[in-house]
């Protein structure tokens, strides 16, 4: 199975940088992905990591460690629209797309 | 080209119906994948499905069904509808190992 750990809510100010921490446990690794989902609105894709290292796109950054199951998503320059859940979400190597998501880290950005 | 839709945008139906959410995916998509969302949750995934064939399975009864078509849309059937089922209905589509493109999902209620 898989078991997917992140903070529940963070504040940050508008300007500022945050970092939004997930640990994963899975019985095969084939992808982390991040995404963004604003309330009453779809997720919507920011990142995808497969090897270990730091993806930078923009004022968005994530990064992963498969030997620690560890990967966060660094997010620059904060803006009040940055205000929206963060969804960390694993794929597993068991043949099928689907990916296994964590519960969401709500993120407020305050003036 | 057109990203994932979805119907009804809302529905409200009682414990013991039956209710069917369509999708249709995004142009060139063969699979789509479907997840239920809970109030203050991450996705959770129900099943998937490749060139009309289901090719995965979370851990959903089997009164959830559903149905893909040749132009790859896709159909969820929920039976008899319990309280719990309250959710938001996201259809996902991607391409091959891809990002998955969500819709903007399908809020049921259950009285």
């Known amino acids: 199975g898989q078991n997917i750990d992140q903070p529940t809510e963070m504040t940050a100010t508008e300007g500022a940088i945050v970092q939004i921490n997930c640990t994963y446990q899975?019985?095969?690794?084939?992808?982390l992905f991040w995404y963004q989902q604003h309330a009453g609105e779809a997720p919507t894709f920011l990142s995808y990591n497969v090897l270990d290292g730091l993806e930078e796109k923009g004022r968005f950054s994530s990064f992963l460690s498969r030997s620690k199951g560890y990967s966060y998503l660094l997010l620059k320059e904060l803006q009040m629209k940055d205000s929206a859940s963060y969804l960390c979400a694993v794929r597993d190597k068991r043949g099928r797309r689907a990916l296994t998501f964590g519960s969401g880290t709500r993120l407020q950005v305050q003036p | 080209e057109t990203g994932v839709t979805q119907s009804p945008t809302h529905l409200i139906k009682t414990r013991g119906q039956q209710v069917t959410l369509r999708c249709s995916s995004q142009s060139g998509h063969n699979t789509v994948s479907w997840y239920q969302q809970a109030l203050g949750q991450g996705p959770q995934f129900i099943f998937q499905y490749y060139r009309e064939e289901e090719n995965g399975r979370g851990n959903f009864p089997p009164r959830f069904s559903g149905l893909q078509f040749p132009n790859y849309s896709s159909e969820l059937n929920v039976n008899a509808l319990e309280l719990d089922d309250s959710a938001l209905y996201l259809c996902?589509?991607?391409?091959?190992?891809?990002?998955?493109?969500f819709g903007e999902g399908s809020r049921l209620t259950v009285l």
């Open positions: 996902a589509s991607s391409l091959k190992e891809g990002e998955l493109f």
């Open positions: 899975t019985s095969g690794f084939n992808g």
